[in-house]
């Protein structure tokens, strides 16, 4: 099997370097002001200024306004959105950009049902939620929760670090693998050892997996 990673949560341009030399595919903005990782639209332009042309760079929002994805969508070049708050299948799908819902790793139990609700999305992270953060809070949740069986793409997050990414893979099967707080020194600094590493082990514990 294969793996993509995407390191989320940059907000500088050392760190975005960092990802894509290391081999991520794709690089996570947060556009949420309630998370200590929140970029400003001057400071995501200035990320995307200096990355490699394929790196995917996604977009977190939370519940935006119909006028700030405008905004968004009018002032930076972003390839995905990540609908990481209550946002309907409706709102998601209007922007005629690719996207990934968020889901809480405890809905797991009528997963199926929930994404049959967004036909376009191109998948789904499963993720902690805690203390009323979306993502990024270091918490793994319970992954027996996840079904073994999946008729669309999920990519999971939630606790992930360069000791447990191999486990993951291996035990869940995801289609990708989000981190954030697992490869930092801080809230929103990255350290490039740490992603090299989470990257590495993702990668190697995906081609150990037999199908």
């Known amino acids: 099997m294969s793996v993509q990673v995407k390191i989320c949560g940059i907000t500088q341009e050392l760190d975005a370097l960092a990802a894509a030399n290391a081999g ?34 996604t977009a977190l929002m939370v519940d935006p306004t119909a006028e700030e994805v405008e ?66 809070t270091g918490h793994r949740f319970d992954w027996d929760l996840i079904p073994s069986v999946r008729s669309r793409p999920i990519i999971l997050a939630g606790g992930l670090n360069p000791a ?19 490869v930092e020194c801080s809230p929103g600094i990255k350290q490039a050892e740490k992603i090299q590493q989470f990257i590495s082990a993702a990668r190697e514990a995906a081609e150990a997996v037999t199908l």
């Not at 690089?27 to 790196?55: D, N, Q, T």
């Not at 995905?80 to 690719?98: K, M, S, T």
Request: charge should be negative; glycine fraction near 10%; charged fraction near 20%.
């Open 71 to 136: 905004e968004l969508l009018e002032s930076l070049p972003i390839n995905l959105i990540q609908w990481h708050g209550n946002e309907a299948p409706e709102f998601c799908e209007q922007w005629r950009v690719p996207y990934i819902k968020a889901l809480p790793g405890h809905i797991c139990g009528k997963l199926e049902a929930v994404m049959a609700d967004y036909p376009g999305a191109r998948g789904f992270l499963l993720d902690a939620v805690a203390n009323g953060q979306f993502g990024g």
């Open 24 to 57: 991520a595919d794709a690089i996570g903005l947060v556009f949420w002001s309630g998370s200590k990782r929140a970029v400003s639209l001057e400071k995501a332009a200035e990320i995307c200024s200096i990355i490699p042309p394929l790196l995917t760079v």
């Open 164 to 182: 447990n990414v191999a486990e993951a893979v291996t035990k869940v099967r995801p289609s990708a693998v989000d981190v954030s707080s697992g």
